[in-house]
């Protein structure tokens, strides 16, 4: 036994965050012992204001690519966008087993049948307490509330030691669906000796405890009994199948149908009404088209949209550019949901526009996070009792936030680590210390683009958004070099042309007399006409508006 442990330490278990630090969202992070690699969730996070016609962002995973031979497979803790969206683009290169728990894998099931990859991907299903052994790693489910069902941490058992990572959690000691945390087998891995402990951040700002999701239930009670006589409209996350649950049971109580509307809220209540996630009385729920035979009154619809998201299905009813539904004056719309860090705006442009609609809508106490505050956080740190420290999911200060709830429960500050997505924290029961670092960085997703639009593309983009671009267009003679037409300047995005005559004209003369002055010194490489034609043209439209378009000049031989 002893020698067993003298080897144990010859290698360190290589921690490697690939994504989700230092941001909400794209969660992914490998664990590499010798020649086995585990991958924890791969997940996507949504484009920036600045990524102008950017579908998705994925997580570059050069990294495991380079190390194909080594991935074991893919370990999932829950069934969100952000810890598992990215899995069919990266499974097209890296295609390895999925271990999830059961309505997270009907929901991967959905994306990997909609992307053709079912028959090319293997899949288990796994049961909380069960563990996996893939390489040199045993991982372990272990269950824990969140704000959708089957929602896991993982005890990962590896021959340097344990490391426990909570997935996104909260201690939700009355759940709607389903168990609670399971705080005895915390306890019992920590009894056993825990060398690192990487756990959710993104409430660490927050004091105190995350209220049950049961208190949204009396939340509703309330609102539906204000509001006996309009139809009720709920706006939440479509993954949340809890917050649904709930909105169904009062919806059943006060006599109400519901409907539920937006492509990706159908799809995960078909996956959790086909895996008894969710339990709907009988006759309550119906399909949107048979709501009109039912007064307002009866009427509940459940739908996507509560972040503002431009075609999700509360955004296209608040600007009629819905099919099927309308809102207006007697209707009333709960936001069950607080909007995300950066979607504030487009969630008030909604609200706003609903109001001058004359709908009733009520954005406040319709929500609990499915996060841990302090004091939850406090408590999984107490049972673990972790040697190092490692907070994840979230930005800098969240992580910071963490790192100080770590040092006042006794850890010490050079054993808590703040990674950067990239850096390779080599941990063993002597040391840890972050040993270099893997490329990361972000895909960026359009249509069906994976990875064609880079930076320089992207700023082109956003070159063309802030200034518009000029055309030039000329005809050069083959035979004489002399300029038989043009030049002529289109523009886009730039100036209303039809009010702005004299501005392009001038700027026509401008180029045509650079452009001559270049011929008659008998310079005739196109080269260095394009370059002339683009200093001559940015610098008069410089003078004049203070701009900078971008300048395309096209020379055609006649």
């Known amino acids: 036994m002893k020698k067993k442990k003298e080897n144990s330490n010859v290698s360190g278990l290589k921690i490697i965050p690939l994504g989700g630090l230092e941001q909400i969202g794209m969660n992914i992070t490998a664990f590499q012992y010798e020649d086995s690699i585990i991958v924890v969730d791969c997940g996507l996070s949504f484009p920036a204001d600045d990524m102008l016609g950017i579908d998705l962002v994925i997580p570059d995973v050069t990294y495991l690519k380079d190390n194909i031979d080594k991935v074991k497979g893919f370990v999932i803790t829950h069934g969100h966008e952000d810890h598992i969206g990215a899995l069919p683009y990266v499974l097209r290169d890296i295609n390895v087993p999925i271990y999830a728990t059961r309505l997270t894998m009907g929901i991967i099931e959905n994306k990997l049948t909609e992307h053709n990859l079912m028959k090319k991907t293997k899949r288990k299903v796994v049961k909380f307490g069960q563990s996996i052994n893939l390489g040199d790693f045993r991982v372990e489910f272990i269950k824990t509330n969140h704000s959708i069902v089957d929602a896991a941490a993982l005890a990962i058992y590896s021959p340097a030691g344990i490391v426990v990572h909570t997935g996104d959690f909260k201690v939700d000691y009355t759940p709607v669906y389903g168990d609670a945390i399971d705080l005895q087998r915390f306890a019992e891995i920590g009894k056993k000796g825990v060398l690192a402990l990487m756990c959710d951040s993104t409430n660490a700002e927050r004091p105190g405890f995350t209220p049950s999701e049961k208190t949204v239930g009396k939340t509703f009670d309330t609102l539906f009994e204000e509001h006996k006589n309009t139809r009720i409209f709920v706006a939440t996350f479509a993954s949340n199948v809890d917050r649904v649950q709930q909105i169904i049971n009062t919806a059943y109580k006060?006599?109400?149908?519901?409907?539920?509307e937006g492509r990706s809220m159908v799809n995960i209540l078909d996956t959790a009404i086909k895996l008894e996630c969710i339990n709907i009385p009988e006759n309550t729920l119906v399909d949107l088209d048979q709501m009109k035979n039912y007064p307002d009154e009866q009427q509940v619809i459940i739908t996507t949209g509560s972040q503002g998201e431009s075609m999700a299905a509360l955004s296209r009813m608040a600007n009629n550019m819905h099919r099927k539904i309308t809102i207006g004056a007697g209707d009333t719309v709960i936001f069950s949901s607080n909007p995300i860090p950066g979607n504030e705006k487009s969630v008030t442009k909604i609200i706003n526009e609903l109001l001058r609609k004359g709908a009733d809508v009520i954005f406040q106490d319709a929500?609990?996070?499915?996060?841990?505050?302090?004091?939850?956080?406090?408590?999984?740190?107490?049972?673990?009792?972790?040697?190092?420290?490692?907070?994840?999911?979230?930005?800098?200060?969240?992580?910071?936030?963490?790192?100080?709830?770590?040092?006042?429960?006794?850890?010490?500050?050079?054993?808590?680590?703040?990674?950067?997505?990239?850096?390779?924290?080599?941990?063993?029961?002597?040391?840890?210390?972050?040993?270099?670092?893997?490329?990361?960085?972000?895909?960026?997703?359009?249509?069906?683009?994976?990875?064609?639009?880079?930076?320089?593309?992207?700023?082109?983009?956003?070159?063309?958004a802030e200034d518009g671009i000029m055309i030039v267009v000329m005809s050069l003679d083959k035979a004489s070099g002399e300029l038989v037409a043009g030049p002529d300047i289109v523009s886009r995005g730039f100036v209303y042309v039809k009010e702005s005559d004299e501005l392009i004209e001038e700027a026509r003369r401008t180029v045509d007399d650079a452009l001559q002055a270049c011929l008659d010194k008998g310079i005739t490489d196109w080269g260095k006409l394009k370059t002339t034609t683009k200093d001559a043209l940015s610098d008069y439209v410089w003078k004049k508006t203070k701009r900078r378009p971008m300048i395309l000049p096209i020379i055609m031989e006649v």
């Open 254 to 260: 006060f006599g109400r149908k519901v409907a539920v």
């Open 367 to 464: 929500h609990v996070s499915g996060h841990a505050c302090q004091e939850e956080i406090k408590l999984i740190y107490t049972l673990i009792h972790p040697k190092y420290a490692v907070p994840v999911h979230g930005e800098y200060k969240h992580l910071k936030a963490q790192a100080k709830i770590a040092e006042s429960l006794g850890i010490s500050k050079d054993n808590i680590f703040i990674l950067s997505s990239g850096d390779v924290l080599e941990v063993s029961e002597e040391q840890a210390k972050v040993n270099g670092r893997v490329p990361v960085g972000a895909i960026l997703v359009d249509g069906l683009g994976v990875g064609d639009v880079g930076n320089v593309v992207l700023r082109d983009r956003q070159h063309l």
